[in-house]
DNA sequence: TATCGTTGCCAACAAGCGTTGACCAACAAC
DNA sequence: GTTGTTGGTCAACGCTTGTTGGCAACGATA
């Protein structure tokens, strides 16, 4: 279930010479993104993504070893989260919003994740990945209780995913009206209480 | 998609008098809303719906119509907010987080809800007809500001689906050790601050 | 030019799905 | 006691899925 099946190339130690087949790696992989985005884990065909990107349902197979490794190779992501020691501590809250919004809005990756996470226990597992080893870590630098980091990532993890869900997932119109500075202003207090308060 | 199969009955106006197989059409409901929450609605078959309950898989055709029937009817529910116009002012907060927090673990709807939401168009209708027909209004009865109701309830909507979604469909450690009474303590003044603030 | 790994297509497989219709047993009404 | 309705099983259908193996074309290397 975590296995790199890569290519029957050089069996180790190649530091990823440049393929004949890149292109059609990285079609299958935008194709497999936009489907589990669009249709999560179980609808999001391997027959689909092929048709999208152009070429036969066994490629897939063969570059990705079959449809868990597929997912993994899609959802791999790196939120790129700033160093929040250098940002003014009253724009952290401001900072963090601003960052997710842009970070959902630029690909896919982030509404795949969350669609196959709820309905697949390895993309639930992806997710968690994500918030210990990139969201957390990064918010610790930051929390007021540095022994609390994880409850505290935890509430500012719950107020950002909501509202990545109404408004990206469930569509929910009222969530998708509201305009990116308005989520701001309002998001932005809460997560900067969750981050910075000595106590709820 | 819409229709009440029922069983083959009175035609009309025939006002649910009870039914020998009344007891199995709860077993496969109550079957029905515990796949769903486990596995969403691809994963969750007839066929296991119908193990669960004891039957056979027929049956549950029978009397729920397809599939579709079946996931309408396993996720009615009536979130039974109280009259907040008959809290006190400063609690409003806390008892929304209370009364959610108690919703969510006393059966697996919800969680069912959201898990089918995100995959299933049918199961995402679902869920905002909840917030437009549930949340919304009984939100509007204490907005501070009553033309930005549906934003309003959106982001308080946010927040506690956000939470839910982490605690009890991720079930992301940190979210799922932080204490009843602790999530109360920090989601309350916000959503306090999203339902009563005059301006974000 | 001959060789060999790579890239790609095609056809098929076994399994699982939702769904259907025929059929039987128990009950209720007359 | 007969008859019609209801509750339930069984076996099968058509379809889609993930996955596999064989085979042909291509491109570099020798």
């Not at 790199?4 to 079609?27: E, F, G, Y």
């Not at 994880?150 to 909501?162: D, E, F, P």
Request: hydrophobic share 45%; net charge negative; charged share 25%.
């Amino acid at each position: 279930m975590a296995d790199t099946p890569s290519s029957p190339l050089a069996p180790d130690a190649a530091p990823d010479r440049p393929r004949r087949s890149d292109a059609t790696r990285a079609a299958i992989l935008e194709a497999a993104r936009e489907r589990f985005a669009a249709d999560g884990y179980e609808r999001a065909t391997i027959r689909a993504v092929a048709r999208d990107a152009g070429i036969d349902p066994s490629m897939v197979m063969r570059y990705y070893g079959n449809k868990a490794g597929l997912f993994a190779a899609a959802s791999e992501i790196d939120l790129k989260l700033p160093d929040l020691t250098s940002v003014p501590r009253e724009e952290l809250g401001a900072t963090l919003v601003r960052h997710f919004l842009d970070r959902w809005e630029r690909d896919e990756t982030l509404t795949a994740m969350v669609r196959v996470a709820v309905t697949n226990e390895a993309g639930a597992d992806r997710l968690r990945g994500v918030f210990v080893e990139q969201i957390r870590p990064s918010l610790a630098a930051v929390c007021a209780v540095p022994e609390e980091d994880a409850s505290r990532a935890a509430l500012v993890g719950s107020q950002l995913v909501g509202m990545g869900m109404l408004r990206y997932v469930l569509l929910l119109p009222p969530a998708v009206d509201l305009d990116r500075e308005e989520v701001v202003s309002w998001l932005g207090p809460t997560i900067q209480h969750y981050l910075t308060a000595e106590h709820p």
